[in-house]
């Protein structure tokens, strides 16, 4: 009898254990964060960042100590040591442009990938990073009397874009795709100091503007080569599987301070021809992807 007395005292003393619990408080913060994006570019549009990484560095050794991670509207620091600080910040998302080196603020850079290195080195044309770079900055440590800490750290693009507009081509209806190769380009940029590294090609691709009768290859770079001549090859792939190419020195439409639009025209004076229908030849909706590595001295 006692023993059957026993099961519902223990499974009562059970319950009563298991809903206690000691209560739990949030951490309020007092270090906020914001960022200030300027999204004004001109041409390859980039989206509104979704989320940003926040990366702090060790002002002496440069090496990481902190990251954090926030939606464009910003957010709060928790469980943050106050202190002296290099912080960079950097959207998340890019589908080319890829951050390396992020334990060390000294080779923090932001590069694509290479999709060619012999003859000469060839990379996707990177497309829009925000990145915003604050060095020495100095969170402080905050009494109960102090106000709240917040920091504005502004971002912009760390590519640079320009379009290439393309003339004097008869029979742009025919074409099945238009790719530029941009000569004399760096291949990635240092966010430390925004400097660009390196020399490559960039490979873009364009579109038709059929009313127009002309072709538009907006494209993102890096930056410029200070040096040397800078230039374009043109590659039309009509409807007849025959490539038409063409390559021109741009370099004074580059450095012509006036030309605010980063405009570069180029005059093509090709005809593009139909499929030819035949037997041994017939139609398709679609044709395989085209692939042509350049071949320069």
Same mark, same amino acid.
């Given at each position: 009898?006692?023993?059957?007395?026993?099961i519902?005292?223990l499974?009562?003393?059970?319950?009563?254990?298991?809903?206690?619990?000691?209560?739990?408080?949030?951490?309020? %913060? !007092?270090?906020?964060?914001? $960022?200030?994006? #300027?999204?004004?570019? &001109?041409?390859?549009?980039? @989206?509104?960042?979704?989320?940003i990484q926040?990366?702090?560095?060790?002002?002496?050794?440069?090496?990481?100590?902190?990251?954090?991670?926030?939606?464009?509207?910003?957010?709060?620091?928790?469980?943050?040591?106050?202190?002296?600080?290099?912080?960079?910040?950097?959207?998340?998302?890019? %589908? !080319?442009?890829?951050?390396? $080196?992020?334990k #060390?603020?000294?080779? &923090?850079?932001?590069?694509? @990938?290479?999709?060619?290195?012999?003859?000469?080195?060839?990379?996707?044309?990177?497309?829009?990073?925000?990145?915003?770079?604050?060095?020495g900055?100095?969170?402080?440590?905050?009494?109960?009397?102090?106000?709240?800490?917040?920091?504005?750290?502004?971002?912009?693009?760390?590519c640079? %874009?320009?379009?290439?507009k393309?003339?004097?081509?008869?029979?742009?209806?025919?074409?099945?795709?238009?790719?530029?190769?941009?000569?004399?380009?760096?291949?990635?940029?240092?966010?430390?100091d925004?400097?660009?590294s390196?020399?490559?090609?960039?490979?873009?691709?364009?579109?038709?503007?059929?009313?127009?009768?002309?072709?538009?290859?907006?494209?993102?770079?890096?930056?410029?080569?200070?040096?040397?001549?800078?230039?374009?090859?043109?590659?039309?792939e009509?409807l007849?599987?025959?490539?038409?190419?063409?390559?021109?020195?741009?370099?004074?439409?580059?450095?012509?301070?006036?030309?605010?639009e980063?405009?570069?025209?180029v005059?093509?004076?090709?005809?593009?021809?139909?499929?030819?229908?035949?037997?041994?030849d017939?139609?398709?909706?679609?044709?395989?992807?085209?692939?042509?590595?350049?071949?320069?001295?």
């Amino acid at each position: 009898m006692k023993s059957r007395l026993l099961i519902p005292l223990l499974a009562m003393s059970l319950v009563f254990l298991s809903c206690t619990r000691d209560p739990i408080y949030d951490e309020v %913060s !007092r270090y906020h964060i914001c $960022f200030s994006i #300027d999204s004004d570019v &001109l041409y390859c549009k980039g @989206k509104q960042p979704e989320l940003i990484q926040v990366i702090f560095y060790d002002p002496a050794s440069g090496k990481k100590i902190d990251e954090a991670y926030m939606g464009p509207e910003g957010g709060y620091l928790y469980s943050f040591t106050p202190g002296a600080y290099d912080i960079v910040a950097v959207s998340m998302g890019s %589908s !080319r442009t890829e951050l390396t $080196f992020t334990k #060390d603020f000294n080779l &923090l850079t932001a590069q694509t @990938k290479t999709i060619q290195s012999s003859p000469v080195k060839v990379i996707a044309a990177p497309d829009h990073m925000y990145a915003g770079v604050m060095a020495g900055t100095v969170i402080p440590f905050l009494s109960e009397a102090d106000p709240p800490f917040e920091l504005t750290i502004p971002m912009k693009s760390v590519c640079d %874009s320009w379009k290439i507009k393309v003339t004097g081509v008869k029979g742009v209806e025919y074409s099945a795709g238009i790719t530029a190769y941009v000569f004399n380009q760096t291949q990635e940029i240092y966010l430390k100091d925004n400097r660009p590294s390196g020399n490559c090609a960039i490979r873009a691709e364009g579109r038709a503007v059929q009313d127009e009768g002309v072709f538009e290859i907006p494209f993102c770079t890096f930056g410029m080569s200070d040096t040397g001549t800078i230039r374009i090859r043109v590659d039309i792939e009509a409807l007849d599987r025959k490539v038409h190419s063409m390559e021109f020195d741009v370099t004074s439409q580059i450095l012509d301070v006036s030309n605010r639009e980063h405009l570069i025209t180029v005059d093509f004076p090709t005809e593009l021809s139909p499929m030819i229908q035949g037997g041994l030849d017939p139609s398709a909706d679609k044709w395989d992807e085209h692939h042509e590595f350049v071949d320069i001295e």
